[in-house]
């Protein structure tokens, strides 16, 4: 059974149909590598995958459980354990990077001072950030506040992790180091979909990719099964012959 | 006449989306305002914001105020050999009507103003869909503080009007009408009733609804961009100064009826 399943997921803005009927699977330890044009609807999905939008139809699972059907308060538990990383980082511009990193903590955990301290530093190493503890978001440059975003949303050790374009518009080594990132916690047994233009990167880190297309996933399968098939949707896609 | 019941009737169709919008926020507000956990130290930080972006916009004011209506009626009266009365009606009007009328409206510009574009943009940043991804409330985060805070705030601000237009009222009294400053400081005291207090703090407490709740929804209703932003600004404003006056007549005859019951 798969960590995350969305069976005939639909969903409209007034009368524009965005989906209509994805259905795909990612299983416990799997990194699945969600691709498709601009507008395709790939951050909708993502947001609705942490209850940040509802679908009009079809079912959500997440670890067994059916977060289509959730209300705002009943979703709490499963948003400790799903972590959502923004395709712009989504900071809290009226605190430091300390204060947003220390957020999700002081939050759900009843963690002392100094533990939550340390877990911050650590954190911040890891994404190559020392040293911007006490600077607000509005003085870090794009690339800073994603890796800020991506640092809040690692807090928590979440089961679940659902990146939005985590390298767009990042250096080639920060590039790497969050590739490098997210193939350590995939080891760890993190489920996690990627979402991003990057193909380089989803085929370093991803097992499988799933192609969204009008409103459907228009061709999924393992890197392995795609090499195979040159005539295949996804290799047109990535060669910019369909979208 | 088609063309003229169109926007009427999309006008209305708005009006009831909006009171819809608002009562939906409300209820939200009232439900999670008895459930945990509860930001003490936000609200704190949010009364601080809403007094200090307020009181020097209160004190001017509060001061022009009391020393344009002692001075108007006073010579307005003067001429029936009615300065006398001066103290006594300044006192009244300033309790009851324009102490909470002017003070709300100036928090309104200020503050509902700041609340508005604040979460806009918080909404545009996402920050507003960050607080949900990270198990938070907005509402018990954002919403609540700052409703709270204005409910707390708006009737000090209003003492602190009343003072003020009281002081100024009786500065022009004593230097432009030449009444005995002693004379006017006992006419005071005589005409402020227990009623007249309690019915101005009364509609305060009310004017900081009609002024945090527009503000909230618009500013978590922005959708595209920051354009949107300044829009969602004006909009608190305008409605929260339409409802505190026009609410004000209602308010005002409804506390007329308790008072005569009790
Ligand atoms: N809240 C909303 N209201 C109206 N339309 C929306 C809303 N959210 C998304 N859409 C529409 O849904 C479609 C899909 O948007 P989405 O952000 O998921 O695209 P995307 O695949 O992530 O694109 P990109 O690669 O550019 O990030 C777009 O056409 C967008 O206009
Ligand atoms: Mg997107």
């Known amino acids: 059974m798969g960590m995350i399943e969305v069976v005939d997921f639909k969903k409209s803005f007034g009368a524009k149909v965005v989906h209509n009927g994805v259905t795909f699977y990612v299983k416990k330890g799997e990194c699945l590598g969600l691709i498709g044009g601009s507008g395709a609807g790939k951050s909708v999905i993502l947001r609705s995958l942490i209850g940040l939008e509802k679908p009009d139809e079809g079912r959500i699972i997440i670890d067994g459980e059916n977060i289509a059907a959730m209300r705002e308060n009943e979703l709490v538990g499963v948003r400790k354990k799903v972590a959502y990383v923004f395709q712009g980082g989504a900071l809290f511009d009226s605190m430091t990077v300390y204060e947003n990193l220390a957020y999700p903590l002081r939050e759900h955990t009843r963690m002392e001072e100094t533990a939550i301290k340390n877990r911050i530093l650590e954190q911040l190493a890891e994404f190559g950030l020392q040293g911007s503890e006490s600077l607000y978001p509005g003085n870090l440059s794009g690339g800073m506040q994603k890796r800020v975003g991506l640092a809040r949303a690692m807090m928590m050790n979440p089961e679940i992790v659902l990146y939005d374009e985590p390298t767009a518009g990042l250096d080639p080594y920060n590039t790497k180091v969050i590739q490098e990132h997210i193939l350590n916690l995939k080891n760890r047994g993190v489920t996690s979909i990627l979402v991003t233009h990057d193909m380089p990167t989803a085929f370093a880190v991803c097992d499988k990719l799933a192609f969204l297309l009008k409103g459907r996933i228009g061709a999924q399968g393992t890197l392995e099964e795609l090499k195979k098939d040159p005539q295949g949707l996804i290799t047109k896609f990535i060669n910019g012959e369909a979208s | ?262």
């Open chain 2, 1 to 262: 006449m088609a063309s003229m019941i169109l926007p009427l009737s999309a006008m209305f169709s708005d009006l009831v989306h909006l009171a819809g919008g608002m009562g939906i926020l409300s209820g939200r507000i009232l439900r999670d305002l008895f459930r945990g956990p509860f930001y003490f130290r936000l609200l704190m930080e949010q009364i601080a914001v809403v007094g200090m972006k307020s009181l020097p916009l209160i004190l001017i004011t509060a001061g022009s105020i009391g020393m344009v209506m002692s001075l108007q009626f006073g010579l307005g009266l003067e001429k029936f050999g009615g300065k006398l009365y001066v103290p006594k009606l300044v006192t009244a009007t300033v309790l009851r009507e324009l102490g909470p009328v002017f003070t709300s409206l100036m928090v309104a510009a200020r503050v509902g103003a700041g609340i508005a574009s604040e979460i806009g943009s918080m909404v545009v940043t996402q920050q507003i869909d960050a607080i949900r991804a990270l198990g938070t409330s907005p509402i018990k985060k954002i919403v609540i503080p700052r409703v709270l805070a204005c409910l707390i705030t708006l009737p000090l601000l209003v003492a602190v009007t009343n003072i003020v237009a009281t002081l100024g009222g009786l500065v022009v009294g004593v230097t432009e009408l030449r009444l005995d400053a002693n004379f006017y400081y006992l006419k005071v005291l005589g005409t402020a009733g227990l009623p007249d207090y309690f019915s101005g703090i009364a509609k305060s407490v009310f004017f900081a609804l009609f002024i945090s709740i527009p503000a909230c929804y618009y500013g978590l209703n922005v959708k595209n961009g920051t354009r949107e932003v300044g829009l969602a600004t004006t909009k608190a404003v305008v409605s929260a100064s339409i409802l505190i006056l026009v609410g004000d007549f209602f308010l005002t005859k409804l506390l007329w009826m308790i008072e005569k019951w009790a």
